[in-house]
């Protein structure tokens, strides 16, 4: 039956004052090859960042989806600093290495963001480092 071959996952969406998160692909998919990253959604609010910290291990992949952006890069190793502005009409992947600090801010008053993010590590809270931009 092929409702026994596919399958349906329920999916939990964070909800806070920022905004809201959804995590699309845990990387625990039992059909995934062993090793594989984790896919998640997440969005902000006008006036409101997401992100804001650096992982010593996990590479990400950044896709803007809807909206606007400003995405602040650090270095933590160097002190160099780069900006990035990003609308989702014309659309990039943003690759950021492990120790580069990231900050996604909305700046626009009127429309959230929606961002979709690839990262090679499983969630894990102590590879996440808060960074003040
Ligand atoms: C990453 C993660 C988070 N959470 C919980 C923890 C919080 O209660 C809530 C929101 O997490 P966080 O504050 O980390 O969400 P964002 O500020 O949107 O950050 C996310 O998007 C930016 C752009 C990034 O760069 C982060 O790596 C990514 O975590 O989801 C989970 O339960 N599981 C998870 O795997």
Request: glycine share 6%; proline share 5%.
């Amino acid at each position: 039956m092929l409702k026994d071959k596919v399958k349906i996952i329920p999916r939990q969406k964070l909800e806070d004052s920022r905004g809201w998160f959804l995590k699309v692909l845990t990387g625990k998919e039992e059909e995934l090859p062993p090793r594989t990253g984790e896919i998640y959604i997440t969005v902000a609010n006008p006036g409101e960042m997401k992100g804001g910290h650096y992982h010593p291990k996990a590479k990400e992949w950044f896709t803007l989806l809807t909206g606007k952006c400003t995405l602040m890069l650090v270095d933590i190793q160097t002190g160099e600093k780069l900006s990035v502005d990003i609308d989702a009409a014309n659309p990039i992947t943003v690759f950021v290495p492990n120790n580069i600090a990231h900050a996604f801010y909305n700046i626009q008053n009127a429309e959230n963001f929606m961002l979709l993010a690839y990262s090679d590590e499983l969630y894990d809270k102590a590879d996440t480092i808060m960074y003040s931009f």
